[in-house]
């Protein structure tokens, strides 16, 4: 049994011990809810380990490999072998990315300018809620189906025997194109199907920015008397341009992933005229078995992808004085 004779014996003169009522509850829910938490984290972390950190450990450890499948015995380290190949004797390469710059330039400025004219459009216009919401409906219909089904769709829009746009053309005296295979049109084609599935994405974040925007600055410029033109360069695009940069990023991301149009519209050609990067490589490990240097090809797009978003991402900062 403690005295008090005994609990003073550990008191400092002159000291006096304050005790708060409930610290210990408190430190030990903190406790419990710091642990929960931790658990709850484990599986996600496992999860993305095992999806994302350990196949880019593959990609990083393949690509300085000589790993070709239909040899089993060439699996052996070439050092840089492979990135050498890449930017010295691979004119192929060199097209794919000259491709995939005009596929990104062509994309995604007509995804972003369509998006963002929607969406000051029908905030600025439409103000009945039932109206609002059929309109936003019918706009993402092109982004809910699946993309094999719109590569397909826009498969049968270019091919002139099956295609109604070439029997509208023929119905008003004119000839069809051939746009699948011709070199200068097939990847024009390939970048409209992409323009038409991928700009609702841009105008629902956009209308989504637009949402958030505080009013006051809109009512100042229409009490200045600004035009609406005026109001949306010099109030609305600037206010919105944090938005603008998160769009633009996830489409330039977009865009040097895609696949599924260039698969099945035109399967990287007529010759290499529709072959991106990412699709190159594809062919690479999986029709050439080629996997050291196809994860060499496939890493270069990576770290150039890093190092964009990095660059866009400073620019939302700086652009809100961070």
């Known amino acids: 049994m403690i005295t008090k004779t005994q609990t003073n014996l550990t008191q400092r003169p002159g000291e006096q011990i304050e005790r708060v009522p409930g610290a210990s509850g408190r430190a030990g829910w903190r406790t419990a809810r710091r642990q929960f938490f931790t658990r709850m984290l484990v599986p996600s972390v496992v999860l993305l380990t095992l999806i994302t950190i350990l196949p880019i450990l593959f990609l990083i450890a393949t690509s300085f490999t000589s790993w070709d499948l239909s040899r089993p015995d060439s699996l052996r380290l070439i050092g840089l072998g492979n990135y050498l190949r890449l930017v010295s004797d691979d004119p192929r390469f060199i097209n ?3 491709v995939q710059v005009k596929y990104t330039l062509l994309t995604v400025p007509l995804q ?13 216009r439409i103000r009945s809620p039932w109206l609002m919401e059929i309109s936003r409906s019918i706009l993402i219909i092109p982004m809910v189906i699946p993309p094999i089904v719109a590569a397909l769709i826009w498969r ?5 025997p099956v295609s109604i746009l070439s029997y509208v053309v023929t119905s008003l005296g004119g000839q069809p194109l051939t746009w699948l295979a011709n070199p200068r049109l097939a990847l024009v084609a390939v970048a409209i199907a992409s323009v038409w599935e991928f700009f609702p994405f841009c105008f629902l974040l956009l209308y989504a920015g637009l949402q958030s925007l505080p009013s006051e600055p809109l009512e100042a410029a229409h009490v200045d008397g600004a035009s609406g033109w005026q109001t949306i360069r010099h109030v609305t695009i600037p206010m919105l341009r944090p938005t603008l940069s998160v769009v633009i990023l996830f489409q330039i991301v977009d865009s040097i992933r895609t696949f ?3 698969y099945v519209m035109t399967d990287g050609g007529p010759g290499f005229a529709t072959e991106p990067t990412n699709y190159y490589a594809f062919q690479e490990a999986f029709s050439y078995t080629y996997i050291g240097y196809s994860s060499a090809m496939i890493l270069i797009v990576f770290l150039f992808t890093i190092l964009l978003t990095a660059f866009i991402l400073r620019n939302i900062q700086w652009s809100r004085g961070e």
Not at 114 to 121: D, E, F, Q
Not at 156 to 160: A, E, K, Q
């Open 96 to 98: 794919s990315l000259w």
């Open 112 to 124: 972003v300018v369509i998006g963002t004219s929607l969406a000051i459009y029908l905030k600025s």
């Open 156 to 160: 049968i829009l270019f091919t002139p």
């Open 260 to 262: 599924p149009l260039v």
